[in-house]
């Protein structure tokens, strides 16, 4: 690209010389005419001269040889007839008849005439001038070469030249200025709009020429601040958008019409695994899961909401999502599909739970029911022995009683569960322990298992309810008596731990798998379920004393080892004795 600056240069350098080229051929031209003029006058004028002079022939030759000598001029006198009477260059007699010559025909009509033409004789541009004398009848004609003009001409070529060099480096010189202040502002736009397509706005400078280019400077300069505004004012929102995206705990992932991920927050990234930027990635590459795409697509073609509860194999579980995706469009132009996702991983399992609950419950209420009643029927039978009776009724009687236990148990759950955490009045712990704990001391001795109660020095007070604490106590001392075969033993302690009360039931018996420590707490979870139910259990122990724990602000803890004995760890937030 040519610049501005070289391009006026150019233009202005090329304008003077046409000029200068113009004038030079005007004056050579105007030059030419005036001499020709001046050469006519003196031709006729001279002319004139010869006639006066004609009265004597020989004073008029003499006159004719003396201007032949001094200026040049041919002399020719032509009778009336064309015959060449004298001429002072030629031979008279062997020139032609001259009657036909133009200046001749001329002078003939008019009394004087004036012609240019080339003489054959002399080979040269010649300019002849007749004049009739009516007195002689004859034709005076002198004549010049004209060659002087090139000659006069060539004189003034030098100083023609000079001049011109002169002036011409005049002119470039005023190019070069004229064009720097005129072009200078020019550039310095350039450069301003340069840096406000960059984003540079402050680099752009008020020009001060007093002309049209300060004016428009003066609107870039307004373009460009309004320009920033709304720049800045976008980029604003935007930040404020992203925020709310970001903050979002759903996953939100935009997809265009083509497929390309327009954006994803970082809740979506998290639960599709997404790596890296997904902007302007296809999303076939970005997410992994063809459930995820299978619900895009769909709403592209439904070209409405689709929602839908996915599961997507993620990690070892996998993970349960409720997803909605609805396209986008506005005035009648497609731009994509918005995708939400939320994780209901949780709400799923605790569904699960709830049902397998329920399935729980009716097998469990089911079991004891059907031992009743069939041994109820088979009392019915008149010829059953009094022992046999006796018996049979013991049985019934444990059933009604571990059936009585398990509608307790269910209903201590659900009260727990639906009582929200009251302000309780501070009591001594060790007491609910002492006495939670006494109540296994009979029939632990009887099972042969060495049970130990340290309840510690001080009195150690916290916020809840006593009968729920003891409840608690007692389900784990349970436990603890329960799956210790005989020769072992059970340690319950309380003790301080920093600003918590804590209260420890150890035992040495079976233990539990670490594989079924995660389950234990869950509703009738039981590790050996047939042990279990033999020893008259439900399951519903620890999730009961899970829900006393959490319910006064405090959790469980469990260690074990199968075949070495487990512990679980009770911490309740300590209370002042005043409260
Ligand atoms: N101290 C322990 N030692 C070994 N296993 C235990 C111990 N405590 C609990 N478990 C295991 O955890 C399971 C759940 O205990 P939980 O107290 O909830 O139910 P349960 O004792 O079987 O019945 P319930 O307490 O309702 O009578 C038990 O079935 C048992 O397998
Ligand atoms: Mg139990």
């Known amino acids: 690209m040519k610049s501005l600056f070289g391009k006026v240069v150019l233009r202005i350098s090329v304008f003077f010389i046409v000029i200068t ?30 006639e006066s002079l004609y ?124 064009s720097r202040s005129v072009v200078a502002p020019v550039i310095q736009l350039k450069k301003d709009t340069r840096s406000i397509a960059e984003g540079r706005y402050d680099e752009v400078i008020p020009l001060k020429t007093g002309d049209e280019i300060e004016e428009l400077s003066r609107s870039l300069g307004a373009m460009a601040s309004d320009l920033k505004k709304s720049i800045d004012d976008i980029k604003e929102k935007n930040t404020r958008l992203q925020a709310v995206f970001r903050a979002v705990p759903g996953g939100i992932l935009a997809v265009d019409k083509t497929g390309r991920v327009i954006m994803a927050n970082p809740a979506a990234s998290a639960m599709f695994s997404i790596k890296g930027d997904p ?39 996998g993970v349960s999502l409720k997803v909605f995706a609805v396209p986008v469009s506005s005035e009648g132009a497609d731009y994509g599909v918005i995708l939400l996702a939320q994780d209901i991983t949780n709400l799923k399992k605790l569904e699960n739970i709830r049902s397998e609950f329920a399935a729980n419950v009716s097998h ?117 008596v329960k799956y210790t075969p005989a020769g072992g033993s059970v340690t319950v302690e309380v003790s301080k731990d920093d600003s918590r009360a804590k209260i420890s039931v150890s035992d040495t018996g079976v233990g539990i798998p670490p594989e079924n420590i995660p389950r234990l707490f869950e509703r009738f979870y039981r590790v050996d379920k047939s042990r279990s139910r033999a020893l008259g259990g439900t399951g519903l122990g620890l999730a009961i004393a899970k829900h006393i724990a959490s319910l006064f602000g405090g959790h469980i803890t469990v260690r074990s080892a199968p075949g070495k004995g487990s512990r679980f760890d009770v911490y309740l937030p300590a209370a002042d004795a005043a409260m």
């Open 279 to 317: 902007e302007g990635r296809h999303l076939i590459e970005v997410v992994k899961y063809p459930e995820i795409e299978a619900v895009i697509s769909e709403a592209f073609l439904r070209g409405g909401l689709v929602e839908k509860d996915v599961h997507i194999q993620k990690g070892m579980e």
């Open 364 to 480: 469990e209420l089911k079991t004891p029911l059907t031992i009743i009643s069939g041994f109820v029927d088979t009392l019915k039978d008149p010829n059953i022995g009094g022992a046999d009776a006796a018996r049979f009724l013991d049985i019934i009687s444990l059933e009604t009683e571990r059936l009585s236990r398990l509608i307790g148990d269910l209903l201590l759950l659900s009260e727990l569960e639906n009582t929200a955490p009251a302000p309780e009045a501070p009591i001594d712990i060790r007491e609910a322990v002492l006495e939670a704990a006494g109540l296994f001391e009979k029939s632990a001795k009887e099972k042969g298992v060495d049970m130990r109660i340290d309840a510690g020095e001080e009195a150690l007070y916290v916020a809840a309810g006593k009968d729920r604490i003891k409840q608690l106590v007692i389900n784990l001392v349970d436990n603890a």
């Open 21 to 50: 080229a113009v004038s030079i051929a005007a004056s050579i031209l105007y030059l030419n005419g005036s001499y020709n003029r001046r050469v006519q006058s003196e031709l006729l004028n001279e002319a004139r001269v010869l």
């Open 55 to 178: 009265d004597s022939e020989s004073a008029a030759s003499r006159y004719a040889a003396a201007l032949h000598e001094i200026s040049g001029i041919r002399t020719t006198v032509i009778d009336r007839r064309g015959v060449v009477l004298l001429d002072t260059e030629a031979d008279a007699a062997a020139l032609g008849n001259h009657l036909d010559r133009p200046e001749i025909q001329q002078a003939l009509r008019s009394g004087t005439g004036v012609n240019v033409r080339h003489s054959a004789t002399l080979n040269r541009e010649l300019m002849y001038a007749a004049v009739y004398s009516a007195r002689h009848d004859v034709f005076i004609r002198t004549a010049l070469p004209l060659e002087g003009v090139s000659l006069i001409a060539s004189g003034i070529w030098l100083p023609l030249a000079v001049m011109l060099a002169v002036s011409f480096l005049l002119c470039l010189a005023a190019a070069l200025i004229v």
